[in-house]
């Protein structure tokens, strides 16, 4: 017999014992063997085994101590080994316990908001009928149904556990992928939990933690850890796991790309923990009270598992272990206190208690931050592709985020220069609104019944951006009354700027504009240049110069050669006359534009095979604004048909591109049909070498780079803008709809993490028939548009790239009935723009927000055409840091890389 393993468990005992294992082998199996354990010399335990694993009791070292175990098989040799008894860690495990739910999953909605009352009133009750029982409500979502349906006493009593630290509110809203909401999105969701909560309940928000596969932008460091935000947590996505993913530890300190920013990560592996859940829970999902047994087996079972996770991390400077136990759907029990009690009354260490995770957290942070990892990067939107399943709502959700932006703007303004009422309840409620669209399960497919999930996801994703845009045109249509029969046209964003205007059907244009009214009767006008925050006034005519069709398959702009084939039916190529390069790939498989429909075999399984449409029609239409190519085309297998509008500018680089699909009716199949049909448009850019580049909320990331590598980058989400450039020239692609694209060829469900592309293609992410059933269901709303804009450039990406991106999302605006703004407010700083102008959610003052999109410290100057009293830096949240620079009405101030920046002013 020999010994193979001597493994000290963290487990010590009330009289000082720490349970050692040991592993033999070549043991008989017949009989029983005695063990002899020697510390320094002295014998401290014997006893007999019948087993090729088992443990010993054996006093706690406190510091190395040499340690001899001599076997004595029956009636053979003895064999001894020596190892080296170290001191034992005294490890607190820290339980979260909260009650998880996937929003619009399991229940209508109308029933959830009673049962989220209900679960919470029931974790109340637990906590004052048990001190040691502690609770996270897992989000803001939760809290507000509670608030909706609890009696005042009730309130009274949640305010108390708040201020006990008994119960702690998770800070987010309730969404699960940070990547999907924009740059102010990000920000202003978090003030109902930090903000209003405060207020409220005196909830302290420290703690951000999602309980559900998520995608978590790395701009949140900046957003939230100025916030207050200390601690952060989200679970992996096991589903979408590859094998080159890299281990990375449980605790980490998560950096911003500016290195400047910081929050405690805790990268959690499930939300029950993956192996423990079913040891405690056995073959039962649930226990109700007084049902759960924590026999010997589990304790066991138990001791093994930590065992195991916890040895791992002596290397580390804390002894803290957080551990996330969410129930799902579930009323909160006692269970995990029976769990405690049973491992206290057993071990004195590792401690086992009910804890919150801003307790839990910050003593890791306070005794072991020096030993921590520091990590940068991005985790990536880990199912980002559920945007797909509603890619009309998800578009109009980003239509509505950038009115919020032109409403609170023009409404601050009137405030200031005209003592115009600010409807501050309108916008925090249309901010809420826009929220509730960024949890993953309001649109899912994957669960009967479908008549559910069609109603959940109406209710909350359509009616509420219905909602908050209804909210919106109200406020602009109350802004001013005077109708003088001249429309308008107003620049919101701080610097001038010239810019097509781009109007739908039926709309007034300025009288005597060159313009050109386009094939699918959108109207699109001559350049015009207008100053920050001013506008121009112009008599309105009705439209009335149509596009031209005209036959010829060669074409010039300023910028750009073009080549037609009436055969093919097809875009040659383009040549960029500035530096005679071809953009598009030759030698690619599918052309600028071009629809591709991909099937595969079930859930996890590659691309098997795909279609592309039988060309029906090309047609070249000209005006005095641009040159328009269409293509039209039928797919047979998904049944759609097809039209790509490509916009060529006369005197402009930019080239527009509407792509659309309709009547998809193969795109439909039955429930087991999911995530078996996806559809793509393909931009397949002539680049060697290239490098891609997605904008985040706080500036973009080179995917090969500033990505952690730990799940699939089979996709990536963009905020607006996809660049591959290899840094002599290079080619971005402005979305305004679907924030999904798959980078060098489409690999769904090609589960690896190392990134790689030898081409620049890239492939919007358009649709999938997880889409069944819930807004697919009929051909007639088997469609959708998306709106694409392609630069090409030779300078560098900054600040070119970032300033087009940013005047694409800021159309300007024409109005009927607004009076003439005039503001001349102007911002000087490259790369530094202004994303929210609002008033102040706490007095009359005025919050203006700013992102700086470059590596280093940039210093502005905002010119205004009124003079505030005072200017601040404040956080996120609005709390007054230090003066700014103010001089008359000139605020000069420092914007730090890839950070937002906030000034108050006070008038």
Known sequence: MRITEFTQTPFVSHDNKN?????????DMCNPFQVFAYIDGQLVCSTSAFEKEFSLMLPAAYDDKKCTIKICPFEDVPFERSFTLKPIKKWMVSLIYSSHEDLGYCGYIEKLELEFYKTLKKAIELCEEHEDFKYMIEHVYWLNSFDSHASNEEKERLKILFKEKRIELNGIHSGVHTSWANNEQLVREMYYGCMDSKEKYGAEVKSAIYADISGVSQSVVNAYSTMGIKYMGALSNTFRNSEENKEIPPLFLWRDKSGNHE?????????????????????????????????????????????????????YGYSDFPLSFYDDRETPTTMLLTICKAMSDKWKYPVFKMDIPSAVLERVWNAGKDSLPELSGDITDQWADFATI?????????????????????????????????????????VWNLCNFDEHCWATSSKHPQEMHRHNLDVVKKKSVENAESALDNVFNGLDKNID??????????YKRDQYLISEEGAVIPKGMPHQVLPDRTIITHIQEIDGFTSKSFDSVLPYKQSVRIDTCYFETDYYAVELNPETKSIVNILDKGTNRLLIDENSEFELGQFIYTYSEGKKEQVSGYEVPKKQELSLYEGDICYVVIQRGHEEQSGADITAQFRFYKH????????????????MGDYYDRYKKNYFFAFPFSISQPRFYTEMQLGDKDESIDTLPINSNDFTVTQNYIASDNGEYGVAVYTRDMPVFHLGKIKYNRLQTNFSEEKAHLYLYAASNRCNNLVYTNPEQCRSKYSISVLPYTESRFPVVPRWSESKNRDFLVLKNLINLDSDISLKGDGVQLISFKKSEKDDSVILRFVNTNNESTKCSLELSFKPNRAMYTTCDEKEIEEALLKGKVVEFIADPYSYTTLKLVF
Request: glycine residues 4%; hydrophobic residues 35%; charged residues 25%.
């Open 652 to 667: 402009e680089k930019n080239l527009d591109i509407d792509l659309s699909f309709e009547n998809a009716t193969g795109l």
């Open 19 to 27: 349970k050692v294992n040991i592993c033999v082998e070549n043991w």
């Open 485 to 494: 029969g001249k429309i308008r046209i107003v620049n919101t964003l701080p």
């Open 263 to 315: 929050v405690l990560f805790w990268y959690q592996r499930s939300y029950r923990p993956l192996g423990l859940g079913s040891i405690w829970c056995d073959t039962k999902r649930h226990y109700a009270e007084g049902e759960f047994v924590f026999d010997e087996t589990k304790m066991r079972r138990t001791e093994q598992w930590f065992t195991s996770k916890l040895n791992s991390l002596n290397r």
């Open 390 to 430: 509603a890619p009309q709502l998800f578009a109009e959700k980003r239509s509505v985020m950038r009115k919020l932006y032109n409403c609170e703007a023009i409404s601050t303004i009137l405030s200031i220069k005209n003592g115009t009422a600010y409807p501050s309840k309108v916008y925090s409620d249309a």
